[in-house]
């Protein structure tokens, strides 16, 4: 997420310039009804949707950075992006239904959104329902037939790059094989604890699997004294032993129960659809019109206005993780710091939440279940449980139930925290600070939220660097990987910290006119060797700071290829500056920022000075996989007076990089670490370059086997790595040591008056849903460049001995176990780091820096 806030040289409409614009588009559009609308049943366009619609149609026309009226754009792909998001998977319509409506619609569509009839929503929607109902009824007809398991066959489950079947009859072929795929995938998620199957049939998942419920249940147990909000009660250890006692055991019982269930989820999923209202129907529709303007405009209608600010003033009780709906599931998109379910080690982004109990009582399945209905059960009272069966992402084919505790997530846990790492350098160890920062957070995030405590990072940063320099620490690395953003004022201030002053960075408008932020404040609180370490997922505000620092040659940046390539800034506008009565808002692109070079990083991203292996290199994960993102270009340079070299002497910077680089793949090579490392990438690649699975049991069944190998030895590596891993010291802020404080008194005092309860002490949590990957501000003068990447997965370190696993930096993907963290990446960044210090001290004709003495000086290229 990015927001602007408070910087004086960059404003966006203010309520004189709304009212013109209110004013203007009173005039342009008068009050026109579509005489003669018809909806289908009881989807009908309400005066304020068709007001909402027609206000969003004028916002994206006249405030959106590429000024495009909807008669300009490509009415019959707007057509058929509606309809592939209704049917993401291409299962239900046919090639021939999309070319009807967009025959129907396309000539005059225009001329509907503009008077805010959704007249072709409603019209395409209730087809939707029509086929949906259809292929039920072939769906009971068709498990009444034998399905033939041993075929050499295979079936693609993402079908979302793929055609729609020409015919019904195709469509029928396809169906065929997506209910084996299920039907074997459910069989699978049985367990192994009966009676082989016989070769007939069988099916895993999309992605690699892991352990089988009951192997993941008993885990879950194994590791209770240090997760307590993963502790299972008697009471569910019972429950779990019963649903065992319960499953089927022979295949013959298997299969019946794997084709009742996955015909029952069908009628659930489609049953949900039937439960859509105008509103959700109009969101689908408003945010498809908006994404062929760019992937980061959108529709916030009133329920995902209050959700937004709700989790920006982190006022709910739950879990703690960001949750989207996929093709029907509920699905982790993000583990919030601090909160129950990254505490808890056991769940992970990409994890499918497939089951919601309270603390007592039935677990309800959700697959097809609304996902504000999901959220809402998943929400509760503080210190209540929450019992989630969940199917992990790493093996679709199992099952485990994972219980959490509910809390309140503090704001603290969010915020910037740093370790102090002992890091072999030649004959000596040397003190390096890594400060972990997950986002750029500000005074204003929501209402009456942030503005009362006072939080900033640069204030929190600037401390935790007093900290560390009161330390010794030899040089300091920025650990942005899973940063999506924040405040732009924060970005600026946060850069300023590194340099004396200078450009930070441009914004250019639609006309345009370019403003710049500079950093006007003398004063620099770290003048040692400097690192930011970066990933595809670190967005927008942290982009600004990376590219910032690398064009004043300030710091170096290392990680993934480059960052995620967010270069757009967001404004969002409450409707009710056009009336009163209305509480939905349009979130429109009206800048792009440049780095001080004046490249842009739209699409492109700051590309690192030393690349390090990454799984992310094989993910589609950026701007560059986004349909209809603004393009790369550049601007005039901003002038940059002093360059830094990286603490070295003028005209060295290159040479400098080389040979670091040089250092870098010498150990890259010969490290064992980095075998392993490589070879987990290997084995992930493999698996996403996958996209036919067999429906054939035997070969799933092998495949099953082969993961689980594969899994059991990264585990097994890694906990052998771990031993190596350098020795460190936690370092937090005042404000963060307090209230860890409070909470382990509170703790120690619960357990005084509880004895023996080890549910007592557990993280804060919150969730929220999302049903777009893009977040966005509640006032008309707020923006936002980096919204959440969809792809983002967030998986960050804890404080204390105990830690969470990091996506993409752990050599393992199952968290089940409890396998200790092993950062690659990280720990190739000290050693880099370590590099630096260690150039820089003969650079200066001086022994390698030892404990006590204070960093030298940066040297500055004029």
């Given amino acids: 997420m990015f927001f602007m806030n408070k910087c004086k040289k960059i404003r966006f409409f203010g309520a004189a310039v709304l009212s013109a614009l209110a004013m203007s588009f009173a005039c342009a559009y008068a009050d026109s009804q579509a005489d003669g609308e018809r909806a289908p049943i009881s989807l009908q366009t309400s005066p304020k949707m068709r007001n909402e619609t027609r206000y969003m149609v004028f916002c994206l026309e006249r405030a959106h950075y590429l000024k495009t009226a909807v008669t300009d754009l490509d009415v019959r792909e707007f057509i058929r992006e509606y309809m592939q998001n209704i049917d993401f998977f291409k299962l239900f319509f046919t090639a021939n239904d999309v070319q009807y409506f967009q025959d129907w619609f396309a000539p005059s569509i225009d001329i509907t959104l503009r008077q805010g009839s959704l007249l072709p929503a409603f019209t395409i929607y209730e087809k939707f329902l029509e086929r949906a109902d259809e292929r ?102 019972a429950r779990v032993a019963q649903m065992q006692k319960d499953s089927p055991k022979t295949f013959a019982e298997k299969l019946a129960k794997a084709e009742e269930e996955v015909l029952s989820r069908y009628e659930r999923i489609i049953n949900n659809y039937r439960k859509a209202d105008a509103i959700e129907i109009q969101e689908i529709y408003l945010n498809t019109l908006s994404h062929l303007y760019d992937p980061h405009s959108g529709f916030l209608s009133e329920y995902f206005l209050e959700e937004f600010d709700i989790s920006v003033r982190n006022a709910l009780i739950g879990i703690g993780a960001v949750l ?47 996902l504000r209905k999901v959220v809402h059960m998943i929400r509760g009272p503080e210190g209540s449980k929450v019992r989630l069966l969940i199917q992990p992402a790493a093996n679709p084919s199992a099952r485990k139930l994972v219980v959490l505790v509910r809390k309140e997530i503090k704001l603290t846990t969010k915020l910037a925290k740093a370790d102090i790492y002992t890091v072999p350098v030649g004959d000596r160890t040397v003190p390096i600070g890594v400060i972990d920062l997950p986002a750029f957070y500000g005074d204003g995030v929501g209402a009456n939220s942030n503005a009362k405590i006072g939080f900033s990072t640069s204030r929190d940063v600037e401390e935790l660097v007093g900290k560390l320099k009161a330390r010794g620490v030899k040089g300091i690395i920025l650990d942005l990987r899973r940063n999506g953003g924040g405040f732009l004022n924060e970005a600026v201030d946060l850069a300023g910290l590194f340099i004396k002053s200078g450009p930070v960075v441009q914004v250019r408008d639609a006309s345009g006119r370019v403003s710049k932020l500079r950093d006007e404040n003398e004063k620099i609180v770290w ?9 595809r997922l670190s967005a927008s505000a942290t982009e600004i700071v990376a590219g910032a620092l690398q064009n004043h040659q300030r710091a170096i940046i290392v990680g993934d290829k480059s960052t995620h390539g967010k270069g757009s800034v967001q404004a969002v506008y409450n409707l009710n500056n056009f009336d009163p009565e209305q509480k939905s808002a349009a979130k429109v692109t009206v800048q792009k920022w440049y780095a001080p070079n004046g490249e842009s990083i739209q699409v492109k991203g700051v590309h690192s000075d030393i690349v390090l292996p990454s799984v992310y290199d094989y993910m589609e994960i950026g701007e560059q996989y986004k349909d209809y993102a603004l393009k790369w270009d550049s601007i005039t340079p901003d002038s940059i007076e002093e360059l830094y070299g990286y603490g070295f002497p003028k005209g060295e910077a290159e040479k400098l990089m080389a040979e670091l680089t040089k250092q870098s793949e010498a150990r890259r090579a010969n490290l064992e670490e980095f075998k392993v490392w490589n070879e987990r990438i290997a084995r992930f690649k493999k698996l996403q370059d996958k996209k036919d699975w067999s429906v054939n049991f035997k070969e799933r069944e092998d495949e099953l086997k082969e993961s689980e190998a594969f899994s059991e030895k990264m585990k097994a590596k890694q906990k052998e790595l771990a031993a190596m891993n350098f020795k460190k010291e936690e370092i937090l802020l005042d404000s963060a040591q307090a209230e860890l404080d409070k909470e382990a008194a509170k703790a120690a005092k619960a357990d005084g008056e509880k004895a023996g309860n ?17 977040g966005g501000g509640v006032a008309a003068s707020a923006s936002e460049s980096a919204d959440k990447p969809a792809e983002k997965v967030a998986a960050s370190k804890k404080g204390g001995e105990k830690h969470s696993k990091k996506f993409g930096a752990s050599l393992v993907d199952d968290s089940d176990e409890d396998v200790p963290e092993f950062d690659v990446q990280l720990r190739e960044a000290l050693r880099i780091m370590g590099d630096v210090i260690s150039l820089q001290a003969k650079q200066n004709s001086a022994p390698a820096p030892s404990a006590g003495e204070a960093p030298k000086p940066l040297a500055r290229e004029h």
């Fill in 136 to 237: 039920m009824k072939w769906m009971k007809r068709r498990m009444k037939e034998p399905f033939d398991f041993s075929k050499p066959d295979t079936f693609r489950p993402d079908r979302s790059k793929e055609n729609w079947p020409k015919n019904w009859e195709e469509a029928n072929e396809l169906w065929d094989k997506r209910l084996k795929y299920d039907i074997i995938n459910q069989i699978l998620g049985y367990g192994d604890d009966a009676d082989p199957m016989p070769e007939i049939d069988g099916e895993p998942p999309v992605n690699p699997p892991v352990p089988a419920a009951k192997k993941n249940s008993e885990n879950s147990s194994e590791k209770s004294s240090e997760n307590p909000s993963a502790q299972l009660s008697a009471e569910d250890e």
């Fill in 324 to 370: 989207q709906d996929k093709d029907g599931y509920c699905v982790i998109n993000e583990l919030m710091v601090g909160g129950p379910a990254e505490e808890s080690g056991q769940l992970k982004p990409g994890d499918k939440i497939v089951g919601v109990g309270q603390q007592t009582g039935e677990i309800v399945d959700t697959v097809g279940m609304k």
């Fill in 527 to 535: 003048d040692g060797p400097l690192m930011i370490l970066v990933s």
């Fill in 758 to 774: 080890t549910d007592e002490k557990t993280s804060s949590s919150a969730e929220t849903s999302t049903g777009t990957s893009d």
